[in-house]
């Protein structure tokens, strides 16, 4: 604290906000001011954040609803804040983080430094060897209700200043730009903000995380935000911590969502008894009975996770989208340099394990470059393209990021 300021805030943190908020992209929000833009008058916009947030009359604009398309059909509402409130967000997360990251669980993964999807993939793959029953439980709308007073009793429990909890509230508060003009919240915090992922966290850690620990510390979990797995040894064990979850979420004033939730068998060839459910998704990852070879070259029936039918999905609707026959004006080199890098990021997510099942969705891709040559060069016919293909595979196989899979062969 200064003389002339109510708290006090590093300049420096702010300006490290703001590489931060580059470095992750993103859209404009309701001022309809892009990275570009902001950086026009960076010195002087990065001054206004740190001086209003410093003498406490920093207030934050409403976010822009973002309808984003599910694969699987609806759609999510996301809560896109303006540049410079990302970086007003960003400071409060920086100074914040490292006070409560510490309380957090060990199976809590989402959003978390050090921590991954894969992390709580892997840990979900070891636990379905362990326990016959899975929870795969689904929180109704989680993001759009969480309770505010909750909420903040527990960021007063472990944040020291006082300048974010005001801020934190100023958020929580902040209007939602729609098209039918600026709705106010009462409950939730926007999807889409930079610190509603740290909010969210610590909302759960008490709500369920710690709630389990004391009551159920016998049945692991993993959570990855409001993705959350729970295992058990019995069919009746796992209905009961069900309702036993219903009941500790309605208290927090959450809603477990009846139609996704489900308890799973987890079924092999050892756990033989028949269920209805015998499979759920975890993090883009389908669990179920699959043939798999061991080490030692032995096949067996094990209950292991490998890309779901909706990521599957996702990766071949990105790639139709691409309209890759229409790029003519490219060399297939240009074309490999700008697809190669989302063609890492699908491989080295889905690709972790059972990565056969990539190679029909990565043949797809080859189609449309075999579409591409022969609109590109008029005139030649399917077969030559496919030779052109073939041969080009041959000679330069770490040309495409996905040519060093093993996936089917066009004919």
């Not at 970086?87 to 978390?112: C, N, W």
């Not at 610190?195 to 016998?218: E, Q, T, V």
């Not at 005139?379 to 495409?400: D, Y």
Request: hydrophobic residues 35%; aromatic residues 14%.
């Amino acid at each position: 604290m200064t003389e002339t300021k109510s708290y006090c805030i590093s300049k420096t943190l702010v300006k490290q906000a703001y590489e931060r908020v580059k470095s992750n992209h993103g859209t404009y929000g309701v001022d309809r001011q892009g990275i570009e833009s902001f950086e026009k008058n960076l010195k002087k916009n990065l001054y206004r954040i740190w001086n209003r947030m410093s003498s406490g009359s920093y207030f934050p604009p409403a976010v822009r609803e973002v309808s984003i398309p599910k694969v699987n059909g609806g759609e999510r509402k996301l809560g896109i804040p303006t540049v410079g409130d990302r970086v007003a967000q960003m400071v409060a997360k920086l100074y914040l983080e490292p006070e409560i990251e510490p309380i957090f669980h060990t199976d809590s993964y989402g959003y978390r430094p050090g921590k991954s999807a894969i992390n709580a993939v892997e840990k979900a793959r070891q636990r379905c060897w362990q326990f016959n029953w899975v929870i795969d439980l689904d929180i109704k709308g989680f993001f759009d209700n969480i309770n505010h007073e909750k909420l903040m009793t527990a960021l007063e429990k472990h944040c020291t200043l006082e300048w974010i909890k005001l801020y934190v509230k100023r958020w929580l508060k902040a209007g939602t730009q729609t098209q039918q003009g600026i709705e106010q919240k009462e409950k939730g915090t926007p999807q889409g903000g930079v610190i509603s992922p740290l909010l969210a966290n610590l909302f759960l850690h008490y709500a369920f995380d710690k709630w389990m620990n004391m009551k159920y510390s016998d049945n692991p979990f993993e959570r990855y935000a409001d993705d959350i797995i729970i295992h058990c040894r019995t069919e009746q064990e796992a209905q009961q911590v069900l309702q036993s979850i219903k009941e500790r979420l309605a208290v927090c004033g959450l809603e477990v969502n009846e139609e996704k939730t489900k308890v799973v068998y987890c079924k092999d060839m050892i756990r033989k008894e028949e269920h209805p459910q015998h499979s759920f998704t975890f993090l883009g990852y389908e669990f179920r009975p699959r043939f798999s070879r061991s080490m030692k070259g032995h096949f067996y029936v094990g209950f292991l996770p490998a890309i779901s039918k909706t990521a599957k999905k996702k990766i071949t609707t990105g790639m139709r989208r691409w309209k890759l026959h229409t790029w003519t004006q490219y060399t297939v080199k240009e074309i490999a340099n700008y697809i190669n890098p989302v063609l890492r990021g699908w491989i080295n997510y889905y690709g972790h394990y059972q990565k056969s099942e990539l190679y029909k969705v990565f043949s797809l891709l080859d189609y449309r470059l075999v579409k591409w040559y022969v609109k590109k060069y008029k005139g030649i016919g399917k077969k030559r393209a496919v030779r052109w293909w073939k041969k080009l595979k041959e000679n330069s196989n770490t040309l495409f990021a996905h040519w060093q899979l093993s996936y089917a062969k066009i004919k």
